[in-house]
């Protein structure tokens, strides 16, 4: 089965530091680009970062760019996202979604809450 | 950036109604536009992608149309599991952005 699972999420202090992480399975994960999308509660989807499928391009929302850091790890298939000097407004779900085009899978997402 | 924006914001319709849903770009973004239909608490689920092709699985009452600035999502005969916020998504150019969202409801 296809599949992309994140961890990772939970409660931190504004200023703090988290990293996520997305487990893929089912399929080859080092042929693939992918991306972390957000959802703060109650709101929209909102695109995060990119990365092509041998780290060769990498793409920020203004939003994170200078404190997120997108990275994955093709022999451990596996994304994740660096998230540094969090804010209160980085409080969301956090999905992992597959390709560079309309997103065909996406993990079940992980809460990241920041909060003193 | 190319702003994404859905109209209506909430629709309120009846199983079996025909359901259209507008989502308009700030620019030409050709046929690179994907809708998603997400339930709460789930992940998002890809219906359509390239403005009109219809993602394997998907049932044939969701179509998708339009092209440059302005497209449209269908649903023929809406059913009790399509109650649910459906969200458009441009992917011409990053940043790749949403619309709003439209949510709809049970009348």
């Known amino acids: 089965e296809v599949q992309l699972v994140e961890s990772g999420g939970g409660l931190v202090q504004p200023g703090g530091s988290l990293r996520l992480s997305c487990a893929a399975s089912?399929?080859?994960?080092?042929?693939?680009?992918m991306n972390w999308v957000r959802q703060a509660p109650g709101k929209g989807l909102e695109w995060v970062s990119y990365i092509s499928s041998s780290s060769s391009a990498i793409y920020y929302a203004d939003s994170v760019k200078g404190r997120f850091t997108i990275s994955r790890d093709n022999a451990k298939n596996s994304l994740y996202l660096q998230m540094n000097s969090l804010r209160a407004e980085d409080t969301a779900v956090y999905f992992c979604?597959?390709?560079?085009?309309?997103?065909?899978?996406w993990g079940q997402g992980t809460l990241v809450t920041v909060s003193s | 950036d190319i702003q994404m924006t859905q109209s209506p914001s909430t629709l309120s319709a009846s199983a079996g109604d025909r359901v259209t849903i507008t989502c308009r770009a700030s620019?030409?973004?050709?046929?690179?536009l994907a809708w998603y239909q997400q339930k709460p608490g789930k992940a998002p689920n890809l219906l359509i992608y390239?403005?009109?092709s219809l993602e394997s699985g998907v049932p044939s009452r969701f179509s998708g149309s339009g092209s440059g600035t302005e497209f449209t999502l269908t649903i023929s005969s809406l059913q009790p599991d399509d109650f649910a916020t459906y969200y458009c998504?441009?992917?011409?150019?990053?940043?790749?952005?949403f619309g709003q969202g439209t949510k709809v409801e049970i009348k």
């Open positions: 620019q030409s973004i050709s046929s690179w």
């Open positions: 089912g399929f080859t994960f080092s042929s693939y680009n």
């Open positions: 390239k403005a009109s």
């Open positions: 979604a597959r390709r560079d085009s309309a997103y065909d899978i």
């Open positions: 998504q441009q992917y011409n150019s990053y940043p790749r952005t």
